[in-house]
């Protein structure tokens, strides 16, 4: 006879195990988050984070800033242009005096390795190209304009967040994508496995592979250990476990399998703290035959997805020798006529399923918003312009009715020139860095801060602050002595000294008083206010002063000399006194429905007034940061205002 006392004591000993058990991880769980708040606290004290009205965040220093975007209603709009057989305008030319500010450069071609050095026709003289006064000036145009921000990548960006600080939102919205947590709690990749396949121009597929085809190894399963405590114990742990490490990233061919190593975590595995923190899985994919592929279930893939995943391999030129990339790999059907072995992640949001691709199961994905949507939204006629369009041109509509000419040099050629100077590798824009591209607050949290699945707007024109440098020592590059120095790296210049002279000239054709006043308004500065163009701006290099000086064509006296006795059509110069600018102020401040006199007055305005000030933005902090803190994301770069209130 059964004892029904005995399932009972049976039962209740198992459910007294499990509340203990549930009433450990409990306080294990409390003393994780007790921990991560203090370890944020504290990187918050390091960081040099503010609290204000509830909100903690690190304050970003950057050799840049921003000049914000016009909101949705302040939007300048003109219609199209005269016709250039329509001499109804102004023609004529603005003479520029152009002297350096700070030493200044502007890169001529020059193979890798090479001392960079001055832009010039000849080999010996320097100039300044023309192509980069009009991007320095149509770019001010359109800002002081209030015209459409169109000069900007568009793309949708890639991310990867698994080591962001514990309170990031992107953080959280990656693990929820890309992983889920198994019975005991412990995240887990979603990612499947499958084989990616090229079967045509622009044709792209991933086929899910069986349990059989793909699965998961790892140290522990080919050498019958339980658990972490096991391999420590194991003689020969340090080597198992830099066997892995040795492969990085790749896909060998062993019989009829591919083994993949996906990478690793620690480089090199020499002593027992290395184990814990070292990469211990890898996988293996069967090598399929056509057939076996065929009777696969079969995703096939939008080509702007593909399109998308290799523009961020792009982005980072230095992944196509650290990563797999899947695409090429794929145009490899020699090695792999059926299939690169690759991992997938099927993903529904608002109704609408995305498919996401890599060679880890933990891989970049896309944001779910390319940047164009965090740019105002254009309302626009048909025929419709914004002032800098109809200035400078627009394609297939009309030509552009300004013309730059190269600047020369007026100053001796014998001294201009300052040594040959090794300075810090520059790379390009990093717009991944959502904390420092779209608008965020200093009042933010770190769980708060915006990235690119936000409705949230990009801060707006990039550019550089001035900075007060008089010779190579102050941009000079250090080599670090704990770093080994890459020859391959050297980035060597001659810039041109400061206090040099160009001279340079703007040739304009048919503009309307108010498009010419443009031109000037971005030539003719508020005091204490230059321009910044050329290379090495990060490092405080070209800081310029422009004397702009204007001649308008008299067109009925040079008609009347066409028909001369010596039958020459000679220009006919007169120096205009008509305030253009004034025009031009008038004009917008109409446009955008301002009460201001001066545009200057404007709170974008004021902006650029600090970025353009050599006095005022000299003394802010521009030292680059450090590359932690790009890596998590949780520093503010504060508007140039912010910066000037916080010195005063």
């Given amino acids: 006879m059964n004892n029904p006392f005995g399932d009972f004591f049976a039962n209740n000993g198992t459910n007294k195990q499990k509340e203990i058990a549930k009433r450990n991880n409990q306080e294990k769980q409390t003393k994780e988050k007790a921990q991560e708040k203090a370890n944020f606290n504290n990187h918050k004290k390091q960081s040099g984070g503010t609290k204000s009205e509830g909100g903690i965040v690190g304050k970003a220093t950057a050799s840049y800033n921003f000049i914000p ?8 709009k003109f219609k199209k242009p005269d016709d250039f057989d329509n001499f109804n305008g102004i023609s004529g030319e603005i003479n520029l005096t152009i002297t350096t500010k700070t030493p200044f450069f502007i890169g001529d071609e020059q193979k890798q390795g090479e001392v960079k050095k001055f832009f010039s026709i000849d080999g010996v003289t320097p100039k300044i190209p023309g192509s980069n006064l009009r991007g320095m000036i149509r770019n001010l145009v359109e800002i002081v304009s209030y015209g459409k921000f169109e000069n900007t990548n568009l793309t ?12 990031s939102t992107l953080k959280a919205e990656y693990a929820r994508i890309m992983s889920s947590k198994d019975k005991d709690g412990v995240p887990r990749p979603n990612a499947k496995f499958g084989y990616f396949v090229k079967e045509g121009e622009r044709k792209y597929a991933i086929y899910k592979a069986t349990k059989e085809q793909a699965y998961k190894c790892s140290i522990y399963k080919d050498n019958h250990l339980k658990g972490l405590s096991e ?59 056509k057939d076996e592929l065929k009777a696969l279930d079969k995703i096939s893939l939008d080509y702007e997805l593909i399109e998308l995943y290799e523009a961020d391999n792009k982005r980072q030129p230095q992944r196509d020798k650290k990563f797999l990339n899947l695409v090429k790999l794929a145009n490899d059907y020699e090695k792999y006529p059926n299939g690169v072995p690759c991992f997938f992640v099927e993903h529904e949001r608002a109704g609408i399923k995305y498919v996401f691709f890599g060679h880890t199961p933990y891989f970049r994905i896309p944001y779910f918003k390319s940047v164009k949507e965090h740019i105002p939204e254009y309302e626009f006629g048909e025929n419709d312009f914004d002032l800098t369009e109809c200035i400078f041109g627009k394609e297939s509509e009309f030509a552009s009715r300004v013309f730059f000419e190269d600047a020369n040099l007026t100053s001796d050629l014998k001294d201009i020139f300052q040594k040959e100077t090794r300075t810090q590798n520059l790379q390009g824009p990093k717009p991944t860095s959502y904390n420092m591209y779209l608008e965020n607050s200093l009042k933010s949290k770190v769980s708060s801060v915006k990235h690119y699945n936000d409705d949230v707007m990009l801060r707006g024109y990039k550019m550089y602050h001035h900075k007060d440098i008089k010779n190579e020592k102050d941009y000079e590059f250090i080599p670090d002595q704990q770093r080994p120095d890459n020859e391959k790296m050297k980035n060597v210049i001659r810039a041109i000294k400061s206090g040099v002279n160009f001279k340079g000239k703007i040739r304009f054709s048919n503009l309307k008083d108010y498009e010419l006043g443009a031109l000037m308004f971005v030539l003719n500065l508020p005091k204490n206010c230059f321009h910044k163009f050329g290379g090495a701006k990060p490092l405080g290099l070209g800081s310029v002063e422009i004397n702009a000086k204007l001649s308008v064509y008299d067109i009925t006296k040079s008609y009347e000399n066409l028909f001369s006795d010596n039958g020459i059509c000679e220009l006919s110069l007169i120096n205009e006194q008509k305030d253009y600018i004034k025009a031009f102020e008038s004009k917008i401040l109409e446009q955008i429905g301002s009460k201001n006199n001066s545009l200057w007055e404007e709170p974008r305005l004021k902006e650029l007034e600090i970025m353009l000030n050599y006095e005022k933005s000299k003394n802010i902090d521009i030292r680059y940061m450090d590359i932690n803190d790009f890596k998590h994301k949780d520093k503010v770069l504060p508007l140039p205002s912010e910066l000037i209130t916080k010195q005063g």
Avoid: W
Avoid at 156 to 167: D, H, L, P, Q, W
């Fill in 69 to 76: 975007l016009n909101h949705k209603n302040e939007f300048a």
């Fill in 156 to 167: 949708t960006f890639y991310y990867r967040n698994m080591a962001g600080k514990g309170e």
């Fill in 231 to 289: 391999l420590e114990k194991h003689p020969n742990a340090l080597k198992l476990c830099q066997e892995i490490a040795d492969k990085s990233m790749e896909i060998n061919l062993v019989g009829d399998k591919y083994i993949v190593y996906t990478g690793v975590t620690t480089a090199k595995i020499n002593h027992s703290k290395n184990i814990k923190s070292a990469k211990k899985t890898y996988f293996k994919f069967k090598k399929l035959s």
